[in-house]
């Protein structure tokens, strides 16, 4: 079943001689549960696909549907909603509240849409990220790694659509990469969620089931690497 769908999205910054194509008419589906990666250079346009991709930013052409809506036909009020409930978002400098532990983190879109505290459900994401004995610890109480499954886990916790996740492991040391990476793969694995990572690494890159390649803005490889189970 089909989560995703970009249509010819196009991203322009400038006009005349500044004019700068970030993104030009890309395309791609992600079917539910599909863990993709998208790699590139830098300047190729990766972040600023998963910024369109996630709602953070609006493309001057072209459409993104997830689970069948078209997000960016969505008023502000009604995008910032959808993306609280429906896309997970994971970036290389965590993004966490410093005056909150984690479990607040974890929690804090959820909170801040209204909606009441799932016990339950946190409990789980803590165990699974391996932070039953941190919950009650602020960020800067946390290691690199830490911080990182603390942020995975405030993008996992409402069951989102699918998770967007920007070079997350590059602020992070080779070994603790490797960990983050393989609780991603487990959660694409052990709960079906769809999974979109934004690397430059080809390693990390080709443990994905597809690898779609940009280059100067436009999608030159999309080539499955293996199929879902």
Excluded: C, W
């Excluded at 005349?16 to 079917?31: M, R």
């Excluded at 443990?207 to 030159?220: C, F, P, V």
Aim: hydrophobic fraction near 35%.
């Amino acid at each position: 079943m089909e989560i995703l769908r970009a249509e010819n999205l196009t991203k322009i910054y400038g006009s005349g001689e500044t004019k700068v194509t970030a993104l030009d008419h890309v395309s791609f589906t992600v079917e539910a549960g599909e863990f993709v990666s998208i790699i590139g250079p830098s300047g190729s346009g990766k972040s600023t696909l998963l910024h369109i991709l996630g709602g953070v930013d609006k493309p001057t052409e072209g459409k993104v549907f997830i689970s069948g809506t078209d997000i960016h036909s969505l008023s502000e009020d009604k995008l910032a909603i959808f993306r609280r409930r429906q896309i997970g978002l994971v970036y290389q400098f965590y993004n966490l509240m410093p005056v909150l532990n984690a479990d607040e983190n974890i929690a804090l879109p959820h909170l801040l849409d209204g909606r009441a505290l799932d016990r339950e459900r946190l409990d789980q994401v803590v165990e699974h990220l391996g932070l039953s004995d941190r919950r009650n610890n602020l960020p800067s109480q946390l290691s690199g790694g830490q911080q990182q499954r603390v942020s995975i886990g405030r993008a996992l916790y409402s069951h989102p659509a699918i998770l967007l996740a920007d070079e997350p492991t590059g602020n992070l040391d080779r070994k603790t990469g490797e960990e983050i990476i393989a609780l991603l793969k487990e959660s694409n694995r052990s709960q079906k969620q769809t999974l979109l990572l934004i690397t430059h690494d080809e390693h990390l890159a080709a443990q994905a089931d597809r690898i779609i390649s940009l280059e100067d803005g436009r999608i030159i490889r999309n080539e499955k690497v293996r199929n879902l189970v």
